[in-house]
């Protein structure tokens, strides 16, 4: 739908027109979404009307996404509160991966080197098992290996090896996960 749109855009003013509406539309709904808190409401509007790939996973309220027909989460993954996920680039998350609290990943920002001050967008791809500490940064090109653990409030700027543990702004290895995961995480915890 979005890329229909795009082209009529180009060539009509009238089409220019729906393109933004349409724009505008997603954004309000966007917005009033991240704030439902109903779990089967948000998937539905995700997975069908916003077009992202996402198979049983979670995700919470309060979530803000650029682009969300970009993005990709694997099954039994946990996208938790107030993260932010910059589909620009494109999101590649796989499955059993627990996004903790205020995450925000990132494909997209500007070259302060480019004398035109040009954008740079790299995917970001995350293994399976992977765990991103509460507050942590992801930037754009950024690959994090299977199992990988990135400690509360980490800046990411370059590939974490599978298995790693890494911590700092920017990131560094701290120590290796010493047990190979094998579990699944609920994408819908049960009431108590």
Known sequence: MFDFLYKLSKHRHVGRLVFWFGYLYLGILNHLLNKV?????????YKYLYGMKIGNSSIHMG???FS???ITI?????IHFDCLLDGRGG???AD???VSFGVKIFTEQHDVNSASYG??????KIGNYVVIGAYSILLPGVIVGEGAVIAA???????VAPFAVVGGSPAIVIKSRVCVPTYKLMFRRPFH
């Open 119 to 124: 954008t740079i967008v790299k995917p970001v």
């Open 96 to 98: 059993n991966v627990d």
């Open 37 to 45: 808190p109903v779990f089967w409401f948000r998937y539905f509007v």
């Open 153 to 159: 409030g980490s800046v990411v700027t370059k590939n």
């Open 63 to 65: 979530i803000i996404t």
């Open 74 to 78: 694997g099954n039994n993954s946990i």
């Open 91 to 93: 999101i590649y998350i």
């Open 68 to 70: 969300p027909w970009k």
